[in-house]
């Protein structure tokens, strides 16, 4: 963060930089807020609630904190309504969810979904969006997918993360691309997580 301040006059005379430097700050600024957010519900809420636990966090880490940024630090002019109303409307199942009995098998299905949204919103849509600004649509999709495997997944082993996070990232973009439309990309990546589990 500290280093984005320090540079900001360097970066202003070479934009592709700029934009490559805000990509990462957003990404390691949703990294630090998932871990804290996820040590604050850990230690308040007082349960055991998988949702309330990891999936509140990320879809605040990953998807409403990341627009928050988009519009107050970098002056997005993206209308992110929609995509606010529907972090919305997942919190809310999420705490309908910890009320009602609800079995492990749908709640783990649940959290891939929304695990799945909230990184499609960040890296293929407001990253990926970001990135083709100022790069072409290759080299935006590459860098994008190395961010998403190698910083989004940073706690993962590096082979597992080239081998299969990278290529994963390269195929979403290349979907959210081809229909530009971060719900198709959602779904897929959403399948894949429900399917490397069960």
């Known amino acids: 963060m500290l280093a984005y301040f320090l540079f900001k006059d360097v970066m202003k005379e070479n934009r592709r930089l700029q934009i490559l430097v805000q ?7 949703s990294n630090i807020c998932l871990i804290l957010y996820i040590l604050f519900c850990s230690v308040c809420l007082k349960t055991q609630s998988m949702l309330l636990l990891l999936s509140a966090p990320t879809i605040v880490a990953l998807v409403v904190q990341p627009i928050f940024l988009e519009k107050v630090l970098f002056k997005s002019k ?29 709640i783990l299905i649940l959290h891939f979904i929304l695990v799945g949204y909230s990184e499609e919103m960040l890296y293929r849509m407001i990253i990926l969006d970001r990135m083709e600004s100022s790069y072409t649509i290759l080299e935006s999709i590459v860098i994008t997918s190395l961010i998403f495997a190698f910083l989004g997944h940073i706690s993962e082993p590096i082979l597992d993360n080239l081998m299969i996070r990278f290529p ?9 691309i081809k229909f530009n439309n971060v719900g198709v990309s959602t779904i897929i990546h959403s399948l894949y997580n429900i399917l490397v589990t069960f």
């Open 23 to 29: 990509c990462l700050f957003q990404v390691m600024v």
């Open 168 to 176: 994963l990232g390269v195929f979403l973009a290349f979907i959210r």
């Open 78 to 106: 993206v209308n992110f309504s929609k995509h606010i109303i529907v972090a919305t409307l997942a919190l809310i199942s999420i705490l309908l969810c910890s009320f009602v009995n609800v079995s492990e098998k749908t």
